[in-house]
C-alpha cells in the first residue's frame, strides 16, 4: 500500500501570502490529522477531519484552517502568513481514528518557509 | 500539555538493546501508549503501541508497569539507522488528537 504522501514537499512564501498544502492519506483511510512542527515549540496538533467533517481542533488561530473531500484527500490552507508560520507541516491519515484499532501513519511533511 | 516525561537524551552503543523510558504518572484507564521516532526532518514514525500487556513486533518491545504509570521501549540491537527522536504518548480509546512531548533524542554510539 502506498503511504501518506504530502505535497508539495519544499515551499517558500512571504507574508501577507496565503498557502494550500495537500495530504493523500493511505487508501481506505478516512481520518486526517494535521500538525505544525517548529524548533521551539515542536509537533503541535492543528486538527483532524473524519468524513468530511472536523472532529478535532488544536489551539490555533483562525488563519489556520482545513477540508477533506469525499475521496479522504485533505488541504490545510493558511492564511495572511507571519514568519512564526515557518514549519514543517505534516499529515497522518488512519483508518478510523480511534486509538483501540487504529494507528496514525504520518506522511514526509511540506517544509514551509515564510520570508 | 502532553500527559508524558521521557529523557532529553540518551546513547546507546550499536548492536546492544536501547531501552528508552517514559514517565506517564497520570495516564487514565482508556489511554494507550504509543510509541514514534522520527529520523531528522522526516515525518514520525510508528513503533509500536499497548494499553496494559506487554507488546512487542518486528521493531521494538514494549513493557508497560502493572500500575501503568511508566513503561520502557526496547530496541534489541540497536543500529546506527535506529538514531532519532523517540516520543512516548499517550491517547484516548476515541479521538484521534496527539500531544507530543519534546521526546528522546537516541544517539547510537558506533
Known amino acids: 500500500k502506498a503511504g501518506v504522501t504530502q505535497t508539495p514537499r519544499y515551499l517558500i512564501k512571504t507574508r501577507g501570502q496565503q498557502v494550500t498544502l495537500s495530504c493523500s492519506p493511505i487508501s481506505g483511510h478516512r481520518s486526517v490529522s494535521w500538525y505544525q512542527q517548529t524548533p521551539g515549540q515542536g509537533l503541535q496538533f492543528l486538527f483532524e477531519?473524519?468524513?468530511?467533517?472536523?472532529?478535532n481542533k488544536g489551539n490555533f488561530p483562525g488563519r489556520f484552517s482545513g477540508r477533506q473531500f469525499s475521496n479522504s484527500r485533505s488541504e490545510m490552507n493558511v492564511s495572511t502568513l507571519e514568519l512564526g508560520d515557518s514549519a514543517l507541516y505534516l499529515c497522518?491519515?488512519?483508518?478510523?481514528?480511534?486509538?483501540?484499532?487504529?494507528?496514525?501513519?504520518f506522511g514526509p511533511g511540506t517544509r514551509l518557509t515564510v520570508l | 500539555d502532553a500527559k508524558t516525561t521521557q529523557p532529553p537524551s540518551m546513547d546507546c552503543a550499536e548492536g546492544r538493546a536501547a531501552n528508552l523510558p517514559c514517565n506517564h504518572s497520570t495516564i487514565s484507564g482508556n489511554e494507550y501508549v504509543y510509541w514514534y521516532r522520527q529520523i531528522h526532518s522526516q515525518g514520525p514514525q510508528y513503533i509500536i503501541h499497548g494499553l496494559k500487556n506487554n507488546e512487542t513486533n518486528e521493531m521494538a518491545s514494549l513493557i508497560i508497569t502493572e500500575d501503568r504509570k511508566s513503561s520502557t521501549l526496547i530496541l534489541p540491537h540497536a543500529t546506527l539507522r535506529d538514531t532519532a527522536v523517540y516520543y512516548c504518548i499517550v491517547r484516548v480509546a476515541s479521538g484521534d488528537k496527539i500531544i507530543f512531548g519534546k521526546g528522546t533524542r537516541l544517539h547510537i554510539l558506533p
Open positions: 497522518a491519515s488512519s483508518a478510523d481514528g480511534r486509538a483501540s484499532t487504529d494507528t496514525q501513519y
Open positions: 477531519y473524519f468524513s468530511e467533517t472536523q472532529r
